[in-house]
Structures are given as C-alpha cells and as structure tokens.
C-alpha cells in the first residue's frame, strides 16, 4: 500500500491485549486514527484450535474492513501463529502480524543467536515463532504458559502469584539447551504488562524484547513513514481518532481497556458479528 496521508488503522486481537501494540502504535504513528476490534465474548484463543481461531479472526478482520480499516494490525500473537495466512486471503487490504516483526526484533537483540519464546498453548503448539526464528538462524526454545493470561487479566501483575508461577516457567524454559539463550521473547499481548516482575526473575543478560514497539516499526515502513519523524515530538503531535468494538459488554471492556491501553478507553461500541 502507498502512503495514506492520514490512515485508518484496524487492530484485531481476542481482547483487550492488543491495547499494548495499540498503545505501541499510538506513540510511534499518532497521525492515523484507528479502530480497535477485541473479541471479549469469545476469548481466549490461547486453548482454541487453528480452525477456530482462524474462523473467529477472519470475520472480526471482515467486520474492521467494514468500518474502514485501510491496513489491519493483528495485535493477537495466537490469531498470527494460527490464522496469518487466511487472514490475509480473507482481507482486500495490507495485513501485518506481531510474529515476524517480535522474531526479527528478538534476532537482532540475540548475539548468541539463542531465544526463549513464551507463549500461549496454541501459539507454541503452531511453532510459528520457531519458524520465524530459525529461518533467521536463531535457535527457539518455546514454552507455553497458559496461567499468565488469567493473572495479568486479574491484575495481579505484582502480586506474589504471578511470581511463583512466572519463575517456575522460566526455570522449565531456561533449562539445558536453551541455558544459552540472552533473549527472552514475550510471545502474547498480555506479557508487557508482566515486564518489570520477569526484569526480576530472569538474569541481567537476558534482554526482554516484546514485538509491540516493533509491529509498530513494521506498520510505519509499510505506511512510508519518514524514520526520522519524532512521534513524541509534541510540536508534531495530532491527536487520532480511536474508536474500540468489543463482542462482550461494552462497560468491561471499557474498565479492563483502560489499563491496558495506559489510558482511558473511551468509545466501545458492541460489536454484533453474524454467524
Ligand atoms: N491475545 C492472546 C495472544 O496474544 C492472548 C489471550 C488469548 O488467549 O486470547 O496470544
């Protein structure tokens, strides 16, 4: 797609997860307005199967391209691994998923050429990021870890829990053959939020790469946007439009969206999706 003077973004995810590649866009490409499509009533993908997801994702993109989305972000680690290639051949316009952009930022953060990916169930079982990986020429170890959704949407994201359980993940994840590995690849939307308790567990040579900042990257080079823009820059700063759907209830996501995203979610409309 050439360069849209002022796009409309469309960014999909299972729910309110991707509002941190949406918070990830906002600061790196504020001149784009952006439709935000969470599919709260049918959460999580994370346990569901490739056929599944894929079918739940290509009419959530569908109905996006309906409200105008002229590009489509899809925020949800489990919808790319699983459903990247329907997606694209359901949608008329240019698709962009968190897999390729996370493995390529983790490939350049690795000088051992070791990653550890952590993930949900489905998303490891699909092997998309060890694909991505090793095409690189990075060796993955991949590991599920299917209680840190539910904790983060409970918000107990420093709550002693979460770090009980995050550490015996990642003692299973760093373990013989992947004892080398100084990347640690946050594999779903909802590990950023995780950030500053992992930055405690695991050791200081390990660097903690997320792919929202570089979905971000990916989408500004697919819009031609000049790399030397400043996004914070203020001065340049416009303010985007931001509307959100949601399959559940409006409210809930309005409360959940909010942390999230960093800042209040305003206009969720209930989205209604046709079987
Ligand atoms: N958005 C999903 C992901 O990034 C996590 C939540 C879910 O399982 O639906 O994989």
Redesign the pocket.
């Known amino acids: 797609m050439s360069s849209i003077r002022r796009p409309t973004i469309g960014v999909f995810?299972?729910?309110v997860?991707?509002l941190t590649v949406l918070r990830a866009l906002l600061n790196r490409i504020p001149d784009a307005d952006y439709l935000y499509f969470g599919d709260t009533a049918r959460?999580?993908?994370?346990?569901k199967s490739a056929a599944t997801v894929a079918h739940y994702a290509v009419g959530a993109v569908s109905y996006l391209q309906d409200q105008g989305a002229e590009l489509l972000v899809i925020?949800?680690?489990?919808?790319t691994?699983l459903a990247l290639d329907e997606i694209k051949a359901g949608s008329h316009v240019e698709v962009i998923g968190?897999v390729e952009p996370g493995a390529d930022a983790a490939a350049h953060a690795s000088t051992k050429r070791s990653v550890v990916v952590i993930?949900?169930e489905?998303?490891v079982a699909s092997h998309a990021y060890r694909r991505a990986l090793e095409a690189k020429g990075v060796a993955v170890r991949e590991k599920a870890c299917p209680l840190l959704?539910p904790l983060v949407e409970e918000g107990w994201t420093e709550h002693p829990v979460t770090e009980q359980v995050a550490r015996i993940y990642l003692s299973e994840a760093f373990s013989e053959d992947s004892r080398d590995a100084d990347v640690l690849l946050l594999?779903?939307?909802?590990y950023p939020l995780l950030k500053p308790l992992l930055r405690r567990i695991v050791p200081d040579h390990i660097s903690i790469v997320d792919s929202a900042e570089s979905t971000a990257q990916a989408v500004a080079r697919q819009l031609q946007i000049d790399p030397l823009h400043t996004p914070n820059d203020p001065e340049r700063r416009s303010v985007p439009r931001l509307k959100f759907y949601a399959t559940d209830s409006a409210e809930k996501f309005r409360k959940m969206g909010t942390r999230f995203l960093g800042h209040p979610v305003e206009d969720v409309v209930h989205a209604d999706l046709k079987e």
């Open positions: 995810d299972s729910g997860g991707g959460l999580p993908y994370g346990s925020a949800c680690n489990t919808a691994a968190v993930g949900t489905a998303t959704v594999g779903c939307t909802h």
